[in-house]
C-alpha cells in the first residue's frame, strides 16, 4: 500500500526544541496550491490510498489543507491532519474547523503533544479539539511524544484523567532534538522494522523516510529525487524495490546493526531512529553495509 507523508508548508506558529526540522532550513517553504492539487491527482494514480498532512503547522493553512483533504476524498485516499492544536482554545473555534474538515472528508486528525509542545499550546486545547472531534465523529488520536523523564510524568497523567485517546511515541534525536542529552535507555533486543512513509517537501523533493531521514545530510541516504524532474511512479518505484530500505522493513534496524558490527549491549541503548541514523548516516557503515548486501540479505535465523 502506497502511503505518504504530504509536506504543504514547513511553516510553523512554534518554535519546540525538540522539532525534528533543522535549524538550518528556511522554516517557511510553501507548495503552490493548483500544483499541490495536481500532485495528488497524479499520487491517486500512482496507487497511493494514504496521505498524512504533516511538516510545518497545517492549520496555518487551512484553507488550503481543507481544500486538498476535499480533493483526497473525492479520489477516495485516506487523510490525516497532523497539529499542534494552537487553534482549540475554545469549543466554538475548534468546533469550527473540525465540522469544516471532517465535511471536506478528512479521516484522522492526529494531536501532536509533549512537554515541549505544552511550552506554548495550553494543554487544555488537546482536550478541547479531541472532545470536538468526538462530537463530530472524526477519529482522533493525540501522540504523546517524551523521552520517557519523570518530567512528562504530569502530562501524561493529565491526558490520561482527561480519557482522551493517547499513545507514547519516543522523541526522534534529530533537528533541533539532536542537541539533547541522550537517555540512557535498555530496550528489549528486538528488531526494530520501520514501515518507512515517504514523505514530499514543499520543493517535491521526496525522501524514503518521513521522519529523521531528510536530515541524513552525510549520505543523502533516504533522498529519492525531486518531482520536477522525475515522476512519481519511478521515485516509488526506487523506495520499494531499493534493497537496503527493503530490509530495514523487513529485517528491521536491530538486525543490520548487529551485521554491521555493533555489540548488543550498545544496541539496546539506542532508540530506532538513532540505530538508524549511525548505520545509514555514515558514509563509511554504509559503503560496507552496500558492499556486503548480498551477506546482509542471507543473514537470517
Ligand atoms: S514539533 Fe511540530 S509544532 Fe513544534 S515546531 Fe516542530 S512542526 Fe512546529
Ligand atoms: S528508523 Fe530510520 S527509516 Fe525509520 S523512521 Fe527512523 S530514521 Fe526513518
Keep these: 500500500m502506497r502511503k505518504l507523508a504530504f509536506g504543504y ?28 492539487k495536481q500532485i495528488i491527482v497524479d499520487m491517486a494514480r500512482a496507487g497511493v490510498s494514504g496521505i498524512s498532512f504533516s511538516a510545518g503547522e497545517p492549520f496555518l493553512y487551512f484553507n488550503e ?36 474538515l471532517k465535511e471536506n472528508g478528512l ?18 486545547n488537546l482536550v478541547t479539539a479531541a472532545h470536538s472531534c468526538q462530537k463530530h465523529g472524526l477519529d482522533y488520536f493525540i501522540s504523546f511524544v517524551t523521552d520517557f523523564s519523570s518530567e512528562d510524568d504530569l502530562l501524561e497523567s493529565f491526558l490520561r484523567s482527561q480519557g482522551v485517546l493517547f499513545f507514547p ?30 514523505y514530499l517537501t514543499p520543493d517535491l523533493d521526496m525522501f524514503a523516510c518521513c521522519d529523521a ?12 529525487g525531486n518531482l520536477n524532474t522525475t515522476s512519481l511512479e519511478h521515485l516509488f518505484i526506487k523506495t520499494e ?24 549491549r550498545q544496541i539496546i541503548t539506542h532508540g530506532k531512529c538513532e540505530l538508524c541514523q549511525k548505520l545509514f548516516n555514515s558514509p563509511e557503515t554504509l559503503k560496507n553495509l552496500e558492499k556486503n548486501l548480498v551477506r546482509l540479505e542471507a543473514w537470517k535465523r
Design 169 to 198: 511515541e519516543p522523541v526522534i534525536y534529530s533537528g533541533r532534538a539532536n542537541a539533547f542529552t541522550r537517555r540512557n535507555i535498555c530496550t528489549d533486543y528486538q528488531a526494530n522494522c520501520c514501515d518507512m512513509n515517504p
Design 107 to 124: 479521516c484522522q486528525l492526529r494531536l501532536s503533544c509533549s512537554r515541549w509542545h505544552q511550552k506554548n499550546v495550553n494543554q487544555n
Design 9 to 36: 508548508s514547513t511553516r510553523c506558529n512554534l518554535r519546540c526544541e525538540h522539532c525534528v526540522a533543522a535549524d538550518e532550513a528556511p522554516d517557511n517553504r510553501t507548495m503552490e496550491l493548483n500544483r499541490a
Design 65 to 100: 489543507i481543507a481544500a486538498l483533504v476535499k480533493v483526497c476524498s473525492q479520489l477516495g485516499i485516506y487523510t490525516r491532519v497532523v497539529t499542534n492544536g494552537f487553534w482549540a482554545a475554545t469549543a466554538a473555534s475548534a468546533d469550527t474547523l473540525i465540522s469544516e
Design 241 to 264: 524495490t531499493n534493497r537496503l530500505y527493503t530490509l530495514i522493513r523487513t529485517m528491521g534496524i536491530t538486525p543490520i546493526a548487529s551485521f554491521a558490527g555493533y555489540k548488543a
Design 213 to 224: 531521514g531528510s536530515h541524513f545530510s552525510e549520505t543523502n541516504f533516504f533522498y529519492l
